[in-house]
């Protein structure tokens, strides 16, 4: 079996952190741990994860930053780094990330940009600067945005050519409703070289009876040929993906998808491309 970087993996444990968009309750309002991951992982052969930020209060920030560190050391499971949650437009920003900007661990920073905030925030000039800052530290940036301001992330990494972009979700393309304007802005973010995109996300949508991986097939395509085989990554965004399939459907439709590309370009999606944009051994 190919092996797996998991590229965005979620984890959270209530009793430690406060999670103000999970206070509504919910299918996926509970605790997810490691040993749950893992058990919902067994058989895919993932190899190493990269932990993603859990949009936690913000004034527990740097103990959700300490809590992955550890876990990354810890040599138990196969989490080897981590994308810490963070506001660049912050006056606050430069003196967090210096606290963890030499940690190996730490891979990059995001900030939910659809959490509501108004379209354009990422182009306001302290939110700009501070991204800037990011690849000064050699830090990446994950981009979770709207599919109507995707044209913002284009300019956003045009105005910052020095830091590493992701694209969170596959540009959060619409499954079952129109995506004109989600091309429009995709293609417009993959024309920046320094922008990646992660097939995940969009499996979160899906209906749970009768789906197929023929519904999400022409977004991930069209994600590959926009970006190329080099510049896409898989993630699950578990346990978030579990809102519309299991870890093993979501994987097993992805494989199916991509099953006619050569080897070489299923390992590329599935761990290569993610090892060096990570600059993981």
Known sequence: MIPIIDTHQHLWDLS?????????????AKDHLMSDYLTE???????????MEVDVAPEQR???AEYVIDLCRRGDNPMVGAVIGGDPAS???????ARFAANPYIKGVRQVLHGGLE?????????????KRLGEHGLRCDLCLRPDELADGAQLAARCPQTRFVLDHCGNAPVYDDRAQWKRGLDAVAQRPNVICKISGIIA????EGWSPDDLAPIILHCAEAFGRDRIIFASDWPVCTLGATLQEWVRALQSIVAAWPEVDQHKLFHDNAARFYSIE
């Open 62 to 64: 740097d103990a959700e």
């Open 16 to 28: 430690k952190f406060d999670l103000p968009w999970l206070r509504g309750g919910g299918p996926i």
């Open 119 to 131: 379209v354009g925030y990422c182009l306001r000039d302290e939110f700009v600067a501070g991204v």
């Open 205 to 208: 949508q899906v209906k749970r």
């Open 41 to 51: 992982a067994a058989g895919l052969n993932v190899v190493k994860t990269v932990y």
């Open 91 to 97: 006056p606050d920003f430069n003196a967090y990330i």
